[in-house]
């Protein structure tokens, strides 16, 4: 899509006047910017009064900018309604949980579903599109920014009708809803869609059907937008769009990114966490596979803002995150931001450049990712990044289950990361797959924390398991139905009977002093946990201590050219992550999983493939160093060495670029 590799930053022109504008195009080009995104906030700035529209003063530095060699990607500015569109009209105001009606002053605070904002909204989009969109300078667009990152569902009157839209398509009468979410239940039971409430504050809890449906009706709506948007800005102009997405958000980016372009994330992980980034870079690859993805902002050096503050990063430690970036499918590693604010709420927000102009303490690292970029990007543009054999399966619907039903606290996010950093740290290459992804060309295919499975997700797996696929099912999986109510068949559904196990009993293992054992090794189990008896299955991890002595665990099921692995429960502590590490070790072993190092931790190897070659780009991440063994002979072509094949050591915050 692009032949060149993105070195940006965002860039707030609205808020400094022309000398400025013109201090900052020369800086940008002595830091190596070579894109600016903009326009995410300014909305007042181009439509100061309603119906004002003028974007001269945009289209005027995207024009500046071009000419030195400075391309943009635009924005659409509706985090940030003006003031115009809020004064005198609370119905339009985001509404929470527990009834708090936001104001104007900061940003989200609109109700993104309100028919107003959407005419509003879209207006201003097509204005943007039609004065930018054909500029050359414009390489791509962004929409909004981060949708639902400070906000989650919105309880307000325009949503509690549009709810009741969303139900009555879903279900075509209130008789049916009513079943599928067993409202006999506490006299829940309704007469018309237009009685079903939101879900705001009730003494005790909502019925989990209800929470989960409005979670998914949320998500649906803020796409709805995300597309109309996208939709209007493709009559106008052929760049391609993103969002600026995260995994923290409530928004289900699967079905957002399915209609836009290109995928990109914000992220600011610091070094301890370089794993929830390397996280990123595997799950945004394979979000739009086969297109490369955008880092679109992370920090020079530490965020900030009013009321928290996070530590710089280490020298060296920014050059490592790009070049990780570039070479695990990255076409862009963006800053937020370009130029340090001097007013709002983010005034402190490490930056490329001061308030007055000058080098913040970040920039040297800046020039270094540049020098780096340069450096490798001939050989990332001959190349695409391989495609892994082990694909581990995240979705934003799975997390919206986890957060009606938590339990002890459970975080999807966090048990996800948990388990992805076990199999990073075994040096296997992975894909952070979604639930639609084509499972062609995967060995093994894991399934963790996902209550709920579509009959269409078990239908692929299951498919995928019969060409000869290992599919490794839980801890969690399976034990709720789409409506987020308990199986009456049996236990997990469809899944018991598929992987050759009868599901005895689920119960939190945890505090049972329950432990089990495969492979000659032992550890406490924790979570809510499937108990299973084979019913044709063998019996490959057992339960040795605790309320269900005897029973198994982990099972394993020969379907096909392939088998279905069942993992009840989580092995816990020390010995818990030995046992896993073996558990996942034995199946990748087992299934043929080749692309794997012995990569020692805290450094990544990135596989990529060229016309009748590899490559492996080798990045240190922890500023330890490390080193790994090459398979073969290989040539280091950044420094033009020849490499035989055995043991490689790479520097603290190295980067090598290795060809077989
Ligand atoms: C992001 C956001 C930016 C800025 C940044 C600060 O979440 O998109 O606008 O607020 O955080 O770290
Ligand atoms: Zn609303």
């Not at 493709?234 to 958000?249: D, E, L, V």
């Not at 900030?304 to 490592?320: D, F, I, T």
């Not at 080193?627 to 002979?633: G, M, Q």
Request: charged fraction near 25%; aromatic fraction near 12%.
């Amino acid at each position: 899509m692009w032949n060149k590799l993105y070195h940006g930053a965002a860039y707030y022109p609205e808020l400094w006047n022309d000398t400025v504008i013109e201090q900052d195009i020369q800086l940008m080009k002595e830091a190596g910017i070579n894109v600016a995104r903009m326009g995410e906030f300014a909305w007042s700035k181009m439509e100061p009064h309603e119906d004002e529209i003028d974007l001269s003063f945009f289209v005027d530095v995207i024009k500046r900018l071009f000419e030195n060699g400075i391309e943009t990607v635009m924005c659409t500015p509706t985090p940030t309604p003006p003031i115009w569109m809020t004064d005198g009209h609370p119905e339009r105001l985001f509404v929470d949980g527990e009834g708090k009606v936001m104001s104007h002053g900061s940003r989200q605070h609109i109700c993104t579903n309100n028919a107003y904002f959407r005419k509003r909204a879209a207006k201003i989009t097509e204005a943007i599109a039609k004065a930018v969109g054909n500029l050359p300078g414009v390489i791509g667009w962004q929409l909004d920014n981060e949708f639902k990152c400070h906000v989650a569902e919105c309880m307000c009157g325009t949503c509690k009708t549009l709810w009741h839209e969303w139900l009555e398509e879903k279900y075509g009468t209130i008789e049916n809803l009513n079943d599928a979410w067993g409202t006999d239940i506490w006299s829940e039971y309704y007469h018309s869609f237009d009685q079903v409430p939101q879900p705001v504050s009730t003494p005790f809890l909502h019925n989990s059907s209800l929470s989960t449906n409005y979670r998914i009706f949320s998500m649906e709506k803020i796409n709805e937008f995300a597309h109309e948007q996208a939709d209007i800005i493709r009559k106008h102009s052929k760049a391609p769009i993103t969002h600026n997405s995260g995994t923290f958000f409530s928004v289900d980016n699967e079905q957002m990114f399915e209609k836009l372009d290109f995928a990109s994330f914000d992220t600011y992980a610091s070094q301890e966490n370089a794993f929830a980034y390397l996280f990123n870079c595997d799950l945004w690859r394979n979000l739009k596979q086969g297109k490369d993805y955008w880092v679109m902002e992370t920090s020079t050096s530490y965020a900030a803002s009013l009321e928290s503050n996070a530590s710089p990063h280490p020298n060296g430690y920014l050059r490592s995150e790009a070049a990780a970036a570039y070479a695990l499918g990255g076409a862009a590693f963006c800053y937020w931001l370009w130029r340090q604010q001097r007013a709002g709420c983010e005034q402190p927000h490490g930056s490329v450049i001061s308030s007055w102009g000058k080098p913040t303490v970040g920039f040297a690292n800046v020039l270094e990712v540049e020098k780096m970029r340069k450096e490798l990007e001939p050989f990332i543009l001959e190349t695409k990044a391989s495609q892994a054999e082990v694909a581990i399966t995240h979705s934003d619907i799975g997390k919206a289950f986890m957060k009606t039903e938590p339990l002890q606290n459970m975080d999807y996010r966090g048990l996800f990361m948990d388990f992805y950093k076990r199999v990073l740290s075994m040096g296997i290459h992975r894909d952070v797959t979604q639930e639609g992804t084509d499972l062609s060309g995967y060995k093994v295919l894991m399934t963790p924390f996902l209550y709920y499975l579509s009959d269409e997700y078990i239908k692929n797996a299951t498919e995928f398991v019969e060409a000869g696929g290992t599919w490794i099912v839980g801890p969690i999986t399976g034990g709720r139905t789409r409506e987020h109510t308990i199986h009456t068949d049996a236990a997990l559904g469809k899944l018991d009977e598929l992987a050759g196990v009868e599901t005895l009993y689920t119960y939190p293992i945890e505090g049972t002093n329950s432990v089990g054992k495969a492979f000659d090794k032992s550890a406490p189990l924790s979570l809510w946990s499937s108990i299973f008896e084979p019913k044709g299955a063998e019996v490959v991890g057992v339960i040795e201590e605790g309320l269900s002595e005897g029973k198994a665990f982990l099972t394993e099921y020969k379907r096909g050219e392939g088998k279905i692995v069942m993992l009840g429960s989580l092995p816990t502590e020390e010995a818990g992550d030995e046992l896993l590490k073996t558990i996942i070790d034995h199946y990748a072993a087992d299934a043929g999983v080749a692309l794997r190092t012995d990569v020692t931790e805290g450094t990544i190897v990135a596989p990529r493939e060229g016309n009748g070659y590899k490559l492996w780009v080798i990045v240190n991440m922890d500023g330890k160093g490390g080193s790994v063994t090459l398979p073969t002979n290989g040539l280091d072509v950044l420094t033009k060495t020849e490499l035989n094949e055995g043991q490689l050591s790479v520097d603290p915050y190295e980067y090598k670029v290795i060809q077989f």
